[in-house]
């Protein structure tokens, strides 16, 4: 007697919905990172990743500065196609920790006008120690354009995230921009006692001088020498009103939490 072969298993799709916590845990990685590793596509067509200093615009997109006598400096200047992953790591198994892959396509910033001057002063806020080149003539700011991410959130949590899961709102992340230095110098000069509510109650960091360098819609980037860390906030801001009642609002949560 003859019996039929087995019928394949049908494989299981690994990549899950996308949800607000997915959203969100990618948005973290995003704004919180200081490096990252940057694939570009080198002149003979094979993959290259070099190691990136990281930070990111107002609306979440990501901005490195890189010198031209890098490599893959000008790999971006031939193919602006690009990626970059961002993975923290953690103790134990490296893999059991969430990271994330975004496609990019990056675009040289100029110096002059508001983007320039926007982009250089957040990532210096970010990179304070880039301040000693940062304006070296063969020095270049890219913004990094996002096509869309794969986002792994440790063992069997995968995810394809678009743009529109990762950055902030346009309009949003412009109004708060506008406003985003004079409220970081009020903040750090006359509320030292609510960032440090926020890292200490909020966020469980420890106590310290903790200082505010950077604000758009999503949340707040505070740093304490090399350390930084990322308040996100409950729902988005989409203007200053909104953006101060926040603060308020969080102040009062970490020093009720603390």
């Given at each position: 007697?003859?019996?039929?072969?087995?019928?394949?298993?049908?494989?299981?799709?690994?990549?899950?919905?996308?949800?607000?916590?997915?959203?969100?845990?990618?948005?973290?990685?995003?704004?919180?990172?200081?490096?990252?590793?940057?694939?570009?596509?080198?002149?003979?067509?094979?993959?290259?990743?070099?190691?990136?200093?990281?930070?990111?615009?107002?609306?979440?997109?990501?901005?490195?500065?890189?010198?031209?006598?890098s490599?893959?400096?000008?790999?971006?200047?031939?193919?602006?196609?690009?990626?970059?992953?961002?993975?923290?790591?953690?103790?134990g198994?490296?893999?059991?920790?969430?990271?994330?892959?975004?496609?990019?396509?990056?675009r040289?910033?100029?110096?002059?006008?508001?983007?320039?001057?926007?982009?250089?002063?957040?990532?210096?806020?970010?990179?304070?120690?880039?301040?000693?080149?940062?304006?070296?003539?063969?020095?270049?700011?890219?913004?990094?354009?996002?096509?869309?991410?794969?986002?792994?959130?440790?063992?069997?949590?995968?995810?394809?995230?678009?743009?529109?899961?990762?950055?902030?709102?346009?309009?949003?992340?412009?109004?708060?921009?506008?406003?985003?230095?004079?409220?970081?110098?009020?903040?750090?000069?006359?509320?030292?006692?609510?960032?440090?509510?926020?890292?200490?109650?909020?966020?469980?960091?420890?106590?310290?001088?903790?200082?505010?360098?950077?604000?758009?819609?999503?949340?707040?980037?505070?740093?304490?020498?090399?350390?930084?860390?990322?308040?996100?906030?409950?729902?988005?801001?989409?203007?200053?009103?909104?953006?101060?009642?926040?603060?308020?609002?969080?102040?009062?949560?970490?020093?009720?939490?603390?």
């Open positions: 007697m003859t019996t039929s072969p087995a019928a394949p298993q049908k494989r299981e799709d690994p990549i899950r919905p996308t949800d607000d916590g997915a959203r969100a845990l990618a948005k973290t990685l995003l704004r919180s990172a200081r490096s990252g590793s940057l694939a570009t596509l080198g002149r003979d067509g094979h993959p290259s990743a070099s190691l990136v200093s990281l930070a990111t615009d107002s609306d979440g997109t990501p901005l490195i500065l890189v010198s031209a006598l490599s893959h400096t000008g790999n971006l200047e031939a193919d602006p196609r690009c990626s970059l992953l961002l993975a923290p790591g953690g103790k198994d490296p893999l059991a920790h969430a990271r994330i892959t975004l496609k990019l396509q990056a040289k910033v100029a110096r002059e006008g508001e983007e320039g001057a926007r982009v250089r002063r957040r990532f210096l806020a970010r990179q304070p120690k880039a301040a000693l080149y940062a304006d070296f003539g063969d020095f270049s700011f890219f913004a990094l354009s996002v096509a869309g991410a794969s986002l792994n959130g440790g063992f069997g949590r995968a995810y394809d995230l678009t743009a529109g899961d990762l950055l902030s709102d346009a309009a949003a992340a412009s109004a708060v921009a506008a406003m985003e230095e004079g409220a970081v110098e009020h903040m750090n000069a006359d509320h030292a006692d609510a960032i440090r509510a926020y890292a200490t109650g909020l966020l469980k960091a420890e106590d310290g001088e903790w200082e505010l360098t950077g604000l758009d819609p999503d949340g707040a980037d505070l740093a304490r020498g090399d350390r930084v860390l990322r308040l996100p906030f409950p729902a988005p801001v989409t203007d200053a009103a909104g953006l101060r009642r926040m603060l308020v609002e969080l102040a009062a949560q970490a020093r009720a939490s603390g």
